[in-house]
């Protein structure tokens, strides 16, 4: 390709690389970034041409140089995916990445602008690092404002929402309400070819994500909210299955996976979401989040007429004094009969747990791996609490926060405040919790390899547990 032949104004980047995160990297399922491509379309619709570096795939930020140096954009804007849970956790090394691109960019005379939870929440911190501008929040609206005054010769410093190195007090901009306004993602900047195969090879299916929702009106005290706050914006259904049919016609994806916090908490949204897609012939496999209180028998029957394959619920805890704790709203029954009705619906269920929050003693631990046992989850995924700013639990906890206030990357696990046990006892229990699922989960569905394994898995829960009665038995 000719680099002199291209022209663009925009080059969009995010700094969430499944390369630098082992875990994920291991689980390889890529999903491009959302945030990202409705960030793109939007300034897109405003006039700006855009280009995308979309370091999901990337094997590192040099990938990003080359973009630079290809497309020369006046403006370089690494824009997160605040759609992908893992941005609000300020890994370091995606952060060391950033900062990376951010020189990158700079050094090539690139305006830089900065948008997403870590941007927000330090956002003093990337403006040391080189960063002419962060928008903080949603960015869309700030991003285009910003754009129009700049491309106008005039100073930005008065737009809302966002900071730079002059603005002595930011504000945050309202969120966009009316959803449906909003162009769909710009699909054609990724290489959706790349994606299909390295889903295909590894997986069988081709999934796509998508959301329906932005932000959560829930007060779980640990749960940071950087981009949205406690406001809930919903698109309709009609604009949701108009996508779907879209993508479906455009891609044909096996499988959606609807990123949104909790899809469908407005009354009958997935009742009429089914509906729609059924009319139009459009029902994809997906999956999805839900709180455990708003599963019943009718929004069960719904998810599974929708297609719904698989719901994640985050169970957290199976003991009622911790979810009280985390002011999490909901019961350890409602927990018991949402498992109950997804699974009747032939809808598999995930469980999110979560150990070492404050006051979780080897009693409450217990009470989950019961939990887990009794509800039969068909997959479950660990973390440990992690203080997020701006979050009650952080409040609660900075005090007690070490050096390390971060974690590298998602299979850190590291308690960076003084938690109930320490990080080591967490580690086993991770391990002591798979290997007892993962002994049921043969039981219930035989497979070769699951066999083979039982003997590694029994002796593996069989020696976490001896260790971390040891545990137990030094901290009391
Ligand atoms: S329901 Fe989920 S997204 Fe909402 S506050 Fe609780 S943990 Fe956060």
């Given at each position: 390709m000719n680099a002199e032949l291209i022209?663009?104004?925009?080059?969009?980047?995010?700094?969430?690389?499944?390369r630098f995160d082992p875990k994920l990297w291991e689980a390889m399922q890529p999903y491009p970034p959302l945030?990202?491509?409705?960030?793109?379309?939007?300034?897109?619709?405003?006039?700006?041409?855009?280009?995308?570096?979309?370091?999901?795939?990337?094997?590192?930020?040099?990938?990003?140089?080359?973009?630079?140096?290809?497309?020369?954009?006046?403006?370089?804007?690494?824009?997160?995916?605040?759609?992908?849970?893992?941005?609000k956790m300020c890994l370091l090394r995606m952060r060391e990445a950033a900062f990376r691109m951010i020189q990158m960019a700079k050094s090539r005379g690139a305006i830089v602008i900065l948008c997403g939870a870590d941007a927000t929440d330090h956002y003093s911190e990337y403006l040391d690092k080189g960063a002419d501008y962060c928008l903080l929040g949603e960015g869309e609206e700030t991003l285009v404002e910003l754009l129009g005054k700049l491309s106008a010769g005039k100073e930005a410093g008065q737009v809302i929402g966002l900071a730079s190195p002059t603005t002595l007090r930011p504000s945050r901009r309202p969120d966009i309400s009316d959803l449906d306004k909003l162009p769909f993602p710009a699909w054609d900047l990724v290489d959706v070819e790349k994606y299909r195969s390295v889903w295909l090879k590894r997986h069988g299916y081709f999934s796509m994500n998508m959301v329906t929702t932005r932000g959560c009106p829930y007060h779980c005290n640990w749960c940071a909210k950087p981009i949205w706050g406690q406001r809930y914006n919903s698109r309709s259904p009609e604009n949701v299955a108009a996508e779907v049919k879209w993508l479906k016609e455009n891609f044909a994806p096996d499988h959606i996976w609807f990123a949104d916090d909790i899809l469908g908490l407005k009354p009958n949204w997935i009742e009429k979401f089914a509906m729609l897609l059924n009319a139009a012939d459009v029902v994809i496999p997906f999956k999805c989040l839900q709180r455990a209180d708003l599963v019943n028998e009718k929004t069960a029957a719904a998810l599974a007429n929708a297609g719904c394959k698989t719901v994640w619920i985050g169970a957290e805890s199976g003991s009622q004094k911790i979810l009280d704790a985390m002011d999490k709203g909901d019961h350890v029954e409602d927990i018991y009969r949402a498992?109950?009705?997804?699974?009747?619906?032939?809808?598999?269920?995930?469980?999110?747990?979560?150990?070492?929050?404050?006051?979780?003693?080897?009693?409450?631990?217990?009470?989950?791996?019961?939990?887990?046992?009794?509800?039969?989850?068909?997959?479950?995924?660990?973390?440990?609490?992690?203080?997020?700013?701006?979050?009650?639990?952080?409040?609660?906890?900075?005090?007690?926060?070490?050096?390390?206030?971060?974690?590298?990357?998602?299979?850190?696990?590291?308690?960076?405040?003084?938690?109930?046990?320490?990080?080591?006892?967490?580690?086993?229990?991770?391990?002591?919790?798979?290997?007892?699922?993962?002994?049921?989960?043969?039981?219930?569905?035989?497979?070769?390899?699951?066999?083979?394994?039982?003997?590694?898995?029994?002796?593996?829960?069989?020696?976490?547990?001896?260790?971390?009665?040891?545990?137990?038995?030094?901290?009391?």
């Open positions: 022209v663009t104004d925009i080059l969009f980047g995010q700094s969430y690389y499944l945030g990202t491509l409705y960030a793109a379309s939007y300034v897109r619709e405003h006039g700006y041409t855009v280009a995308l570096f979309d370091a999901m795939l990337a094997e590192s930020e040099d990938e990003w140089g080359i973009l630079l140096d290809e497309h020369k954009p006046q403006y370089a804007i690494i824009y997160e995916d605040n759609f992908n849970y893992l941005s498992a109950k009705l997804l699974h009747d619906n032939g809808i598999e269920v995930g469980f999110f747990l979560q150990f070492g929050y404050p006051g979780e003693m080897w009693d409450d631990v217990r009470k989950t791996l019961k939990m887990v046992r009794e509800c039969a989850p068909d997959d479950i995924g660990i973390s440990v609490s992690y203080p997020l700013p701006g979050t009650k639990f952080f409040e609660r906890v900075k005090l007690e926060l070490g050096e390390k206030q971060n974690w590298v990357d998602s299979d850190d696990l590291a308690m960076l405040y003084r938690g109930p046990f320490p990080t080591e006892f967490y580690r086993v229990l991770h391990g002591r919790v798979h290997y007892e699922f993962r002994s049921w989960k043969v039981l219930r569905r035989p497979s070769l390899r699951g066999l083979l394994n039982i003997p590694r898995n029994i002796l593996g829960l069989a020696v976490s547990e001896l260790r971390l009665r040891k545990y137990v038995r030094t901290v009391a």
